[in-house]
Structures are given as structure tokens and as C-alpha cells.
């Protein structure tokens, strides 16, 4: 089960988020502070964080390299409420692996932890996918073809392909 770490300062308004994280299979942990988030990945190897850019006291961009020296390789989304470009240029230079911009969809959430979680998982089963389809439309040009050379032709006509 991949394990999130979400750090925000108005984590009440996260409630339906976390429901609908935990309905898709994933094991959410808020947490409202900067201090606290440091703490906790200090403690927990988390699978992914995502971290508020303004909270008060430690700020999530002030916190981000802290979670960084712990856990270098742990992607971190970076959630703001400001589209201004020196922001996202200082949390992007701080090795961020996305971004979001508040007000938070659901959808776009679960699309970022996809990304940034699952990629190497959805790349293997797409690979998986094309395999059995040219496996499948090679196999069926062999039961068509009634010698192997005449299978090899067809194929290389149609692919462009020397066997």
C-alpha cells in the first residue's frame, strides 16, 4: 500500500480528500505544520508527500529542503494557492516533483500520485499490453501463412522488418 504524507494548515478541509485517497487504496497521514511533517518523515519512509506551500510558522517551501536532506528520492507535490513563477521557480530549483494549485480537484490529485508513484508501474503494463498485441497479430499470421517462409515474407512486408 503506498503510504502519503499530506501537510497542510487547514487540514479539516483535507477530510474529504483523505476519504477519497483511502477509497482508492491509498494509507493518507496529514499532518497541519511544517515542524510536525519533518518529524513524521524523519520517522515514517513515506511514499509520497504532499506538502502546502503557505502555512504559518515553517512554510512548506522553508520545509521542503528539510524533507529533502531525509528523504531525497520521496516526491514531494508542492499544493499553492499563488501562481506566481518565482514561487513555483524556487520549489521546482528544490527538486519538487509536481505542483498543484489550490483550489485542489480530487482527480488531479490521484493524476499526480499516479504520475509520481505509479509511472514505472503503468510503463510496464502498457508494454505488457503492446507485447501480447504483436505477439497475438504475429501468432495469427503464422496460422494463416503454411510455411514459415511464407509467414516470414508476409511479416516483412507488412513491417519492414528482415528476420
Given amino acids: 500500500m503506498v503510504k502519503i504524507l499530506w501537510v497542510d494548515d487547514e487540514v479539516e478541509l483535507l477530510k474529504p480528500h483523505v476519504l477519497f485517497?483511502?477509497?482508492?487504496?491509498?494509507?493518507?497521514?496529514?499532518?497541519?505544520?511544517?515542524?510536525?511533517?519533518?518529524?513524521?518523515?524523519?520517522a515514517t519512509p513515506y511514499d509520497l508527500?504532499?506538502?502546502?506551500?503557505?502555512?504559518?510558522?515553517?512554510?512548506?517551501?522553508?520545509?521542503?529542503?528539510?524533507?529533502?536532506?531525509?528523504?531525497?528520492?520521496?516526491?514531494?507535490?508542492?499544493v499553492t494557492k499563488s501562481e506566481e513563477e518565482n514561487i513555483m521557480d524556487k520549489a521546482i530549483g528544490s527538486k519538487i516533483a509536481d505542483y498543484i494549485i489550490k483550489p485542489v480537484n480530487p482527480n488531479q490529485v490521484l493524476l499526480s500520485i499516479?504520475?509520481?508513484?505509479?509511472?514505472?508501474?503503468?510503463?510496464?503494463?502498457?508494454?505488457?499490453?503492446?507485447?501480447?498485441?504483436?505477439?497475438?497479430?504475429?501468432?495469427?499470421?503464422?496460422?494463416?501463412?503454411?510455411?514459415?517462409?511464407?509467414?516470414s515474407a508476409l511479416y516483412r512486408k507488412i513491417t519492414n522488418w528482415e528476420i
Fill in 114 to 151: 499516479k504520475k509520481n508513484v505509479h509511472s514505472e508501474q503503468l510503463v510496464t503494463e502498457q508494454t505488457t499490453a503492446d507485447y501480447r498485441a504483436e505477439f497475438g497479430r504475429i501468432s495469427s499470421m503464422c496460422q494463416m501463412a503454411s510455411t514459415f517462409s511464407a509467414w
Fill in 49 to 78: 508527500i504532499i506538502l502546502d506551500e503557505m502555512m504559518p510558522g515553517m512554510t512548506g517551501l522553508e520545509t521542503l529542503p528539510l524533507i529533502k536532506d531525509l528523504r531525497p528520492t520521496t516526491p514531494v507535490i508542492m
Fill in 21 to 42: 485517497l483511502k477509497g482508492k487504496g491509498y494509507d493518507v497521514e496529514t499532518c497541519n505544520n511544517g515542524y510536525d511533517a519533518v518529524d513524521m518523515v524523519r
